[in-house]
């Protein structure tokens, strides 16, 4: 497999830490690679760089040195609407406000695909309302974004990066205001997305057991250095984790065979 | 209905209303000449210098034409900033930058440039300086690193709107009166006649900053997704904020030089225009042009005739529709957000 991503030897720093006590955050020659039509996961403790190497990856942050390179071309020589039909984020958080309806919301997903336009074409109509059908917001489809429960709010958002019809789908969090079933409805999409579209995802999360549930490699991040990359059974190994998390863990078996970690309860913190 | 549609239908129907109110402001007036009288000097029958052809082409006409103008103008900055801040309490009048308009248009009068063309041109210049001077330091001041704080950004513009017209009233109260002219007339907010060729750069300003404005509707649209959303999906969010910023205070300034200060049609107007149209800024920003020129040709028509002879300044009429029209989006967006 040819890598979709590709970062080598990214240098990258904040101009300034936002907080005068926090310590400056910077990734030094991170390398990694992400296949076609693969499901990566990039897990790893607050602040260890997950969603600066989204930023990076999009160019809302520019490196310092070395090259992030999509499809092999350097994404800093990429037209930003021409990398945003390759590449759609699922952000965090659905904006606030936000006055628009759910279509309108998944329509903007089709800019960066005729970004001259001034009213979308049927052509756009109709890749929207398959995102929403694929995400099972087509109902949804004329209430107000900010009327929504907080999953409805997440799957909107996934199907408005879905109407740009890309090759990397990137998520941040994906799973963070979805309770248990939507958990397990996002994660069957995203192999559905993954299997039949070929569409490679990016996943950045907290939660290791859906990671390890859902990618086929992860990428342990701690301090804007890359730890360990490789299969999840490779990646949550259980000293490992500890020595990056501080805290004790129980890395299990889930039935699937993937590994599950679990924090370890009754023993004390180190 | 597709939103096409939707647009094309409104702009028909705007379009009548402001051609009907264009019709109502043509035939009343403290003049009172027949309607009879005043169609004859519309289709050019009346001689040039019969008191009907003075009255309706020489005041009325241009009137209607500088009403129509500036209504629409302050309206489109109105959605323009809306869209900018996020906020649809933003507004010309209420972040200051028709304060800092007004101060230019304040130093370019005593520095006496009158009304032909060129001098227009300087006029409008000074306003569009102040109105870009107000509207950076307001959003210099109201900017931190989660975005626009919305209180903050209403005070900011309070804070610099009053220290405009502090400069204001200090740059009165040193020049000599005569030189002042009929600047504190001016300063309420006043429709009069402007020459034609200053006409023609008001609106070749007013249809800059309208293109401008119209043209980054789809964009302004994605804004709302927040800066970072919106440059992931390939807009670039630096440039179109520069673009509106001064589109904005373009349309504001040049409307304060040619009409001065007049206040809040860019709040009342975008405001009933969300209620119909939606909140689709490319259903908002053509449609705010004319209704932006029919509310406040209603406003000056109202102005002409409630307390004839006399005139109340036009500024005066969109004051009383917009104050409570600000307190009940205030009030709204505070239900919403408890």
Known sequence: ?270 | MTDRRRLVVSLVVLAALLVAIACVALFVGGAGLSPRAVVRALTGSADAGSVESIITLGLRLPRVVVAALAGGALAVAGVAFQGLTRNPLAEPSVLGVTSGAAFGVVLAQIAGLGASVTDALAVAACAFGGALLAAVTVYAIARSPGGLVIQTLLLAGVIVGIFFSSAITVVISIVDVDRLGGVVHWLLGNLSPVPAGSLAVFAVLAAAGFGLVLASARELNLLALGEEAARQLGVDAERLKRRVFLAAALLTGTVVAFTGPIGFVGLVVPHVLRGVVGQDNRLLVPTAMLAGGAFLLAADTVARNVVAPAELSVGVISAFCGAPVFVWVLRSRARAAA
């Open chain 1, 1 to 270: 497999m040819s890598a979709l991503v590709a970062f080598r030897e990214v240098d990258f720093a904040y101009p300034r830490p936002e907080r005068a006590r926090a310590r400056r955050f910077a990734f030094e020659r991170l390398t990694f690679a992400v296949d076609a039509g693969e499901i990566f996961g990039v897990i790893g403790p607050n602040s260890a760089g997950k969603t600066s190497l989204l930023r990076l990856l999009t160019r809302v942050l520019a490196p310092a040195g070395g090259e992030i390179q999509l499809d092999g071309r350097n994404v800093a020589a990429i037209a930003s609407w021409e990398l945003a039909r390759q590449v759609a984020v699922v952000p965090q958080e659905a904006p606030r406000p936000f006055p628009f309806t759910v279509e309108q919301l998944v329509l903007m997903g089709r800019y960066p695909h005729g970004p001259g336009r001034y009213f979308e074409s049927a052509a756009d109509a109709a890749a929207a309302r398959g995102a929403m059908a694929a995400t099972g917001t087509l109902p949804l489809a004329p209430l107000p974004l900010e009327q929504l429960s907080g999953g409805e709010r997440q799957r909107a958002m996934l199907a408005r990066a879905l109407a740009q019809e890309p090759r990397l789908l990137v998520l941040d969090e994906p799973t963070s205001h979805l309770d248990l079933r939507y958990q397990a409805e996002t994660a069957e999409l995203l192999r559905r997305l993954n299997r039949e579209r070929g569409m490679t995802i990016l996943l950045v999360s907290h939660d290791l057991n859906l990671a390890a549930e859902l990618c086929d490699r992860l990428l342990l991040l701690h301090d804007g250095r890359v730890v360990r990359v490789g299969v999840p059974g490779e990646v949550l190994d259980q000293a490992l984790l500890e020595g990056v998390f501080g805290c004790r863990v129980v890395v299990d078996k889930s039935p699937s065979g993937r590994p599950t970690v679990q924090l370890a309860w009754a023993t004390e913190r180190r």
